[in-house]
């Protein structure tokens, strides 16, 4: 702790550190009865193709409803249950819903469906995954191919055998995503020889597309390099009408975004997947 100034704000300080860590333990004993109590739930957000409007997938995103605390986003805990290690058995279960809802989905009339899973690097490393990602897809009948896995920049840096282990999941027929893309390190160097499908360019540079030439010419850039190497693309955080022209102007043909759809809840998805 440090000591600033008088007496007072000494005390102040401290105490707002004391509510801190106890905010922290607060929640993170919450946090590992929200699985058995069936707290979590998924919200789906469309991906379009923006060419024809149409939905190709969905994105799940996990939310957290707590009877005291209400709803609780992910920014808030994800970090929490990663460092506890809990992203573990609640990533499980995540995966598992997914790929269940996205099965329903795919029997309801949508069989080229696919589900993207965000993927946290902790995950990655628990040397059972592969067993996991497989005995999920068994357990819910769904095919590999409906199903891409959203990791981020840092886990080229932070997981060793990450190469592996991408190729081994790219041998079952997944495909992989790397999320927030451009905001890391290394981006150009990785992409060439990487088992990789798909460059999720960040919200960042779509925020300000149309009013900042330089992010328009970053996402330029990021579309030709992904389509000379062969890799899909894809932008993330489109509120307006106007980034998604500029987008199509720019040759990236897949979106996802406020614009289009907020995330949805189970049923107000379904409802918008039958006026497709
Ligand atoms: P992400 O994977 O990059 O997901 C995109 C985030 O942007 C989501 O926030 C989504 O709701 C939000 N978003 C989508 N469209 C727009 C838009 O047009 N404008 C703006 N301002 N935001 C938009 P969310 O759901 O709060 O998730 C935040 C992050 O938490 C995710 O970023 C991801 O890193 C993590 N996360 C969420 N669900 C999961 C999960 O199931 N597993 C893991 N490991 N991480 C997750
Ligand atoms: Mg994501
Ligand atoms: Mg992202
Ligand atoms: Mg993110």
Not at 74 to 97: N, Q
Not at 242 to 265: H, I, M, R, T
Request: charged residues 25%.
């Amino acid at each position: 702790i440090v000591k600033s100034g008088t007496k007072n704000n000494y005390q102040v300080f401290d105490q707002t550190i004391e509510n801190q860590s106890l905010e922290r333990r607060l929640l993170e004993s919450a946090l590992r009865s929200a699985l058995k109590e069936e707290q979590f739930f998924l919200e789906f957000q469309p991906k379009i193709n923006i060419e024809t409007n149409k939905i190709i997938g969905a994105e799940s995103l996990v939310r957290w409803h707590h009877h005291d605390l209400g709803t609780i986003p992910p920014g808030k805990f994800i970090s929490l249950a990663e460092e506890t290690g809990l992203i573990v058995p609640m990533g499980e279960w995540i995966l598992r819903e997914s790929c269940r809802q996205v099965k329903a989905w795919q029997n309801e009339g949508f069989p080229d469906f696919v589900v993207s899973v965000n993927v946290s690097v902790r995950q990655l490393e628990d040397p059972d995954f592969i067993e996991k990602v497989k005995r999920i897809l068994e357990e819910t009948s769904l095919s590999p191919m409906s199903l891409e896995l959203e990791v981020t920049e840092s886990i080229f840096a932070d997981v060793r055998n990450t190469v592996s282990i991408l190729e081994e999941i790219q041998k079952l027929g997944i495909q992989v995503s790397v999320d927030d893309f451009g905001t890391g390190y290394s981006s150009l160097s990785y992409i060439k020889n990487l088992p990789i499908n798909t460059l999720k360019i960040d919200q960042s540079f779509v925020r300000d597309l149309h009013t900042n030439e330089e992010s328009n010419a970053i996402i330029m850039a990021i579309v030709n390099i992904a389509n000379s190497v062969g890799l899909n693309v894809i932008a993330e955080g489109v509120e307006m009408e106007e980034q998604a022209n500029l987008l199509v102007k720019n040759g990236c043909k897949l979106a996802q975004g406020y614009f289009y759809s907020k995330p949805l809840k189970k049923d107000d998805f379904e409802k918008i997947l039958q006026v497709q």
